[in-house]
């Protein structure tokens, strides 16, 4: 008798258990992909060019064109289109290779983008909404 309430118990709580452990959880949240986060219209200026002065006032926009991936141009001539693979390093997303300099700050509020290419620096925020 003393064998039957034992597993009795058992079976009991091992259904207790069960049910605990098939209690729906809500699923995790993917992480959004970089170039989701880093797509926009950014606003800054041209603080450094080797072959031309500063200027203010210029657009950057970054567009998704693949999973961590964008195309990044502007509204000027000394800032040439270029194609950013990105990935995350610690609060900041950046192009990985190749000459260009992406770097996406953000623990900025907007976020703080730097670009570099052709010899030509350029440093804004991104652009509220966007």
């Known amino acids: 008798m003393h064998v039957r309430q034992t597993i009795t118990a058992f079976i009991a709580a091992l259904a ?3 049910s605990g452990l098939a209690a729906p959880r809500a699923p995790a949240k993917p992480r959004p992909d970089l170039a989701d986060v880093a797509q926009g219209t950014y606003h800054g200026d041209v603080n450094s060019d080797s072959r031309g002065e500063s200027r203010s006032g210029v657009t950057i926009t970054v567009t998704k ?9 502007s509204d000027y001539r000394r800032l040439p289109a270029f194609t950013a693979r990105l ?3 610690m609060n900041t997303i950046q192009k990985t290779g190749g000459p260009e300099v992406f770097l996406l700050d953000l623990g900025k509020s907007p976020a703080g983008l730097d670009v570099t290419v052709d010899e030509a620096s350029w440093s804004g925020s991104k652009a509220p909404g966007r």
């Open 87 to 89: 990935e995350r390093v």
């Open 16 to 18: 207790i258990s069960a």
């Open 65 to 73: 064109i693949a999973p961590s991936t964008v195309r990044v141009s």
